[in-house]
């Protein structure tokens, strides 16, 4: 653990030693040209895990998910989805400005699903007033509804609506791995039913940098054409699907300890007078929380008073707080949030 206890994302983890020396002898290749022999293993490896028949690696979850939307949907067109999703809120609006794809935003309940009868009602008549419906997508673990896990039989109700009006159903499984841990189920059943899904190497997985979309040979060569288009295409980044490749093998079942980490440090923060937190929704690596209205200070002193003891914590939104256990926050970590959380608090 460094000195400093960051608490902002899982983004902020860093390489461990085995992901270091896999990169430093990775065999390497020029990917775009399909000849990187480390590439082509993580994505054969990303592709039995899931579940799918190829995978592509990509620098990132959002170049994943854009491409997604990209190949599924033609400029006009419409996908449906949460309005507290990734891709709606934290994707600078790439499906609309580089797709031309059309947003249908629907309202994400508290568990992060969305009502599969708002889901019906959404998808659209034959209209020429209307914009063609051509894809749903869903995220699991849901970030902004408190990382909840979103459940198999939900995931697969929402595929045979798919199913049954001709929809591709894509997955923002950014923490996919997490997800799978929490529901007791295997990466592979998460993703059944889906068309095509992404998840990130780069948040609990500890690698530096990386993601995969996955789906069908016909999907991953379309999509390899605009990931091209995005400038994702990649020379010998071996280097880096080396740590992914680590990450993957190695890194997948400590998830659980990071679950348990976030569950001590929300049933300490739970007791702590002045804070109003929700410790049903705490089910993977992340805590939400806000401050009552008689506490003593606000959340951005709060901020301040932890960030003098080296704790940096994410302000996600007004008078709300996001804290994220990963690999690099252990359990004296955890005790000394609490610690000083309660002493900002109650003096």
Same mark, same amino acid.
């Given at each position: 653990?460094?000195?400093?206890?960051?608490?902002?994302?899982?983004?902020?983890?860093?390489? !461990?030693?085995?992901?270091?020396?896999?990169?430093?002898? *990775?065999?390497?290749?020029?990917?775009?040209?399909?000849?990187?022999?480390?590439?082509?293993?993580?994505?054969? @490896?990303?592709?039995?895990?899931?579940?799918?028949?190829?995978?592509?690696?990509?620098?990132?979850?959002?170049?994943?998910?854009?491409?997604?939307?990209?190949?599924?949907?033609?400029?006009?067109?419409?996908?449906?989805?949460?309005?507290?999703?990734?891709?709606?809120?934290?994707?600078?609006?790439?499906?609309?400005?580089?797709?031309?794809?059309?947003?249908?935003?629907?309202?994400?309940?508290?568990?992060?699903?969305?009502?599969?009868?708002?889901?019906?009602?959404?998808?659209?008549?034959?209209?020429?007033?209307?914009? =063609?419906?051509?894809?749903? *997508? @869903?995220?699991?673990?849901?970030?902004?509804?408190?990382?909840?896990?979103?459940?198999?039989?939900?995931?697969?109700?929402?595929?045979?609506?798919?199913?049954?009006?001709?929809?591709?159903?894509?997955?923002?499984?950014?923490?996919?791995?997490?997800?799978?841990?929490?529901?007791?189920? !295997?990466?592979?059943?998460?993703?059944?039913?889906?068309?095509?899904?992404?998840?990130?190497?780069?948040?609990?997985?500890?690698?530096?940098?990386?993601?995969?979309?996955?789906?069908?040979?016909?999907?991953?060569?379309?999509?390899?054409?605009?990931?091209?288009?995005?400038?994702?295409?990649?020379?010998?980044?071996?280097?880096?699907?080396?740590?992914?490749?680590?990450?993957?093998?190695?890194?997948?079942?400590?998830?659980?300890?990071?679950?348990?980490?976030?569950?001590?440090?929300?049933?300490?923060?739970?007791?702590?007078?002045?804070?109003?937190?929700? @410790?049903?929704?705490?089910?993977?690596?992340?805590?939400?929380?806000?401050?009552?209205?008689?506490?003593?200070?606000?959340?951005?002193?709060?901020? *301040?008073?932890?960030?003098?003891?080296?704790?940096?914590?994410?302000?996600?939104?007004?008078?709300?707080?996001?804290? =994220? !256990?990963?690999?690099?926050?252990?359990?004296?970590?955890?005790?000394?949030?609490?610690?000083?959380?309660?002493?900002?608090?109650?003096?």
């Amino acid at each position: 653990m460094s000195e400093t206890i960051d608490l902002r994302s899982d983004t902020v983890t860093l390489p !461990t030693p085995a992901m270091r020396e896999a990169m430093a002898q *990775a065999p390497v290749g020029d990917d775009v040209y399909g000849e990187d022999p480390t590439i082509n293993k993580l994505q054969e @490896l990303a592709a039995e895990m899931t579940g799918m028949e190829a995978g592509l690696f990509v620098p990132s979850g959002t170049m994943g998910n854009l491409i997604a939307v990209l190949v599924h949907c033609q400029r006009g067109e419409e996908i449906i989805l949460g309005n507290m999703s990734h891709i709606y809120l934290n994707e600078a609006g790439g499906v609309a400005a580089l797709g031309g794809v059309h947003p249908y935003p629907l309202l994400n309940q508290d568990d992060g699903t969305i009502a599969l009868e708002d889901i019906r009602a959404a998808i659209r008549t034959e209209d020429p007033h209307h914009p =063609v419906t051509r894809m749903i *997508a @869903l995220e699991n673990t849901h970030n902004t509804c408190g990382g909840v896990a979103l459940s198999v039989d939900y995931t697969r109700a929402v595929s045979q609506i798919a199913q049954e009006n001709d929809l591709w159903l894509h997955l923002d499984g950014a923490r996919l791995f997490n997800a799978a841990i929490d529901l007791g189920v !295997t990466a592979k059943e998460v993703c059944d039913g889906f068309d095509s899904v992404t998840f990130c190497l780069s948040k609990g997985l500890g690698a530096p940098v990386g993601s995969v979309l996955c789906g069908t040979k016909a999907f991953i060569y379309q999509a390899n054409r605009i990931r091209k288009q995005l400038g994702g295409g990649m020379r010998q980044a071996g280097i880096v699907a080396a740590a992914g490749i680590v990450a993957l093998e190695q890194m997948v079942d400590r998830l659980k300890d990071d679950h348990k980490r976030a569950k001590r440090l929300a049933d300490g923060l739970a007791g702590i007078k002045g804070i109003d937190l929700d @410790l049903e929704k705490v089910q993977t690596n992340m805590i939400y929380f806000r401050l009552q209205n008689d506490a003593p200070i606000n959340v951005e002193e709060l901020e *301040a008073k932890l960030l003098n003891e080296n704790i940096k914590v994410d302000l996600a939104g007004p008078g709300l707080i996001r804290l =994220v !256990t990963h690999c690099w926050i252990d359990d004296a970590a955890v005790e000394k949030v609490i610690q000083v959380t309660a002493a900002a608090l109650e003096g």
